[in-house]
């Protein structure tokens, strides 16, 4: 366990691979000149794309997949881990995997996480979204053990599911993860508190790197990809949504010492729920 430097890539990824690769590539080597040995790009790295035909026109298994191939190269070509935020694969049955990939310095996949947490919701703003339809959500909770901490792995809409990075937590992650695409309306409502929140309450680092913009598909993503501190500072802030790299510091013993203060998930108790009925009355009169 050790300090080390890490970087969020912050992406307005487009519906061509290609031209995601060659963006990627020029961040990654901008992350390494600043000295990261981490660097994490965001959910859908590969491309953006609602539409499920044209999603299926660029899909490959993950063995064929350019952006996953490119990463390895890049991974390798750098000497870094890095964090491929999420890219659509092919999955068994027809499916679709909403897939994180991690590399380590030889550009071997050491991890893949499949977002378990369906974006399923209508927004006020007219949008409204079905993941479900299109990607298969995975079943495993994923950690890695990096030589310099543990580190858990989520992917966006993951972020408002606690348990699973309190589940992390306790099993010694240091570091968590939540690489997104959030929507404008959302993120400009809830990124940052819930950045905050997951920090605060597993007492750990929280790296995550964001879309942003205005997509080629015509989505709208927020941007402002986050380091946050285990107390919950914003330690480093792509504070718009345009393409961009943000790197910080992380030392994993600022996680143990907070743990040690606020030791709340060791004392967190298992209760039963108990409800009652409540007597009906008559309503008062003057």
């Given at each position: 366990m050790r300090t080390f430097r890490a970087a969020a890539v912050q992406m307005r990824s487009g519906m061509d691979p290609q031209r995601n690769i060659a963006e990627l590539a020029e961040s990654v080597a901008e992350a390494v000149s600043s000295g990261a040995e981490y660097v994490q790009t965001p959910e859908m790295t590969g491309a953006v794309i609602s539409d499920r035909a044209s999603l299926m026109d660029v899909l490959c298994d993950e063995t064929d997949d350019p952006v996953v191939n490119a990463a390895s190269e890049l991974a390798q070509k750098h000497g870094i881990y890095l964090h491929i935020g999420s890219v659509a694969v092919a999955a068994a049955g027809g499916k679709i995997a909403n897939r994180a990939f991690v590399f380590d310095p030889r550009g071997k996949i050491v991890a893949r996480y499949d977002k378990i947490h369906m974006f399923d919701v209508d927004l006020d703003n007219g949008e409204s979204w079905r993941e479900s339809a299109t990607y298969e959500p995975g079943r495993h909770a994923v950690m890695v053990?990096?030589?310099?901490?543990?580190?858990?792995?989520?992917?966006?809409?993951?972020?408002?599911?606690?348990?699973?990075?309190?589940?992390?937590?306790?099993?010694?992650?240091?570091?968590?993860?939540?690489?997104?695409?959030?929507?404008?309306?959302?993120?400009?409502?809830?990124?940052?508190?819930?950045?905050?929140?997951?920090?605060?309450?597993?007492?750990?680092?929280?790296?995550?790197?964001?879309?942003?913009?205005?997509?080629?598909?015509?989505?709208?993503?927020?941007?402002?990809?986050?380091?946050?501190?285990?107390?919950?500072?914003?330690?480093?802030?792509?504070?718009?949504?345009?393409?961009?790299?943000?790197?910080?510091?992380?030392?994993?013993?600022?996680?143990?010492?907070?743990?040690?203060?606020?030791?709340?998930?060791?004392?967190?108790?298992?209760?039963?729920?108990?409800?009652?009925?409540?007597?009906?009355?008559?309503?008062?009169?003057?």
């Open positions: 053990a990096f030589p310099f901490a543990q580190l858990g792995l989520g992917i966006c809409y993951d972020v408002r599911f606690p348990e699973l990075f309190q589940t992390q937590a306790r099993a010694g992650a240091l570091v968590l993860t939540a690489p997104a695409a959030f929507t404008r309306q959302t993120g400009e409502a809830h990124w940052h508190v819930l950045q905050r929140a997951r920090a605060i309450e597993n007492g750990a680092f929280v790296v995550s790197a964001a879309q942003g913009g205005k997509h080629e598909d015509g989505r709208e993503t927020f941007g402002h990809s986050l380091i946050v501190d285990p107390w919950g500072r914003i330690i480093a802030e792509a504070d718009h949504n345009d393409p961009a790299v943000i790197v910080a510091d992380i030392d994993p013993a600022a996680s143990i010492a907070a743990r040690a203060k606020i030791p709340n998930l060791k004392n967190d108790r298992t209760f039963d729920l108990e409800t009652l009925e409540a007597p009906k009355t008559a309503r008062a009169t003057a």
